[in-house]
């Protein structure tokens, strides 16, 4: 089975920089997508980025580019998202989530990790 | 403002069929992608529930179906049960964002 598991819950200032990781079990990652989503609370999933963990080529959100950058570790099975100065707005649950492929033309997400909630206070 | 546009909440009781709407553009559902659905606990992270319009990932139950139509999609639940209170969140891919894309979730309620 596959696992993702998150960096713990963080809790920041305006302005302070910050990475989250999403690391995979086993292979888990190997020739796969990887998302992250934002939700704010109350409030539904949004995406912000993809990133292939083969080669690392990035798809990012029009609502987050430039906001945020995601890599890849391939040496620890690791995926990151991170911000170079957060804001009291970004304060939100992140999830991170495997691509299993395509259906109907549609990527879908097989594998969720367990959530790292950013907390940014000004 | 999300994408995909679900109402915010159904409720039902026990052993009743309720329905959930996901409605989307020429852009997304109605270009032909397909709709994904995500059940999310209250607390939890999202999993997946159908996939490709209607189909089920190993081990959910068959209480649990999707359709498509037009610019919309629907997830079915026969027989609700207290279990299936949580969150759920309808997904497509969008070729102007060039991405995937989420509905605003839908919370159901078990009376």
């Known amino acids: 089975e596959v696992q993702l598991v998150q960096s713990g819950s963080v809790v920041k200032k305006a302005g302070e920089s910050l990475r989250i990781s999403c690391k995979g079990s086993?292979?888990?990652?190997?020739?796969?997508?990887i998302l992250w989503v934002r939700q704010m609370p109350g409030k539904g999933l949004e995406w912000m980025g993809i990133?292939?963990?083969?080669?690392?080529?990035?798809t990012y959100s029009p609502s987050f580019r430039g906001q945020v950058t995601i890599s890849v570790d391939r040496s620890i099975n690791t995926a990151h998202l991170q911000w170079r100065s957060l804001e009291p707005s970004d304060s939100a649950m992140y999830y991170c989530?495997?691509?299993?492929?395509?259906?109907?033309?549609?990527?879908?997400?097989?594998?969720w990790g367990q959530g790292t909630l950013v907390s940014v206070s000004s | 403002q999300s994408v995909l546009t679900q109402s915010p909440s159904v409720s039902g009781a026990p052993g009743q069929r309720i329905t959930i709407s996901c409605t989307g553009t020429?852009?997304?559902?109605?270009?032909?992608?397909?709709v994904h659905w995500y059940q999310q606990p209250p607390g939890g992270a999202p999993k997946l529930l159908v996939f490709?319009?209607?189909l089920r990932p190993s081990g959910v139950p068959d209480r649990f179906s999707g359709s498509k139509s037009g610019t919309s999609a629907s997830l079915a639940i026969n027989g609700l049960q207290p279990e299936d209170e949580a969150e759920y969140h309808c997904?497509?891919?969008?070729?102007?964002?060039?991405?995937?894309?989420f509905g605003g979730g839908t919370k159901v309620t078990v009376l």
């Open positions: 989530a495997r691509r299993k492929g395509l259906a109907g033309g549609a990527p879908y997400f097989d594998s």
């Open positions: 086993g292979n888990s990652f190997t020739n796969y997508w």
């Open positions: 990133i292939y963990y083969g080669d690392s080529e990035t």
């Open positions: 020429n852009s997304n559902i109605g270009a032909g992608y397909a």
């Open positions: 490709g319009n209607t």
């Open positions: 997904q497509s891919y969008d070729r102007g964002l060039s991405g995937p894309v």
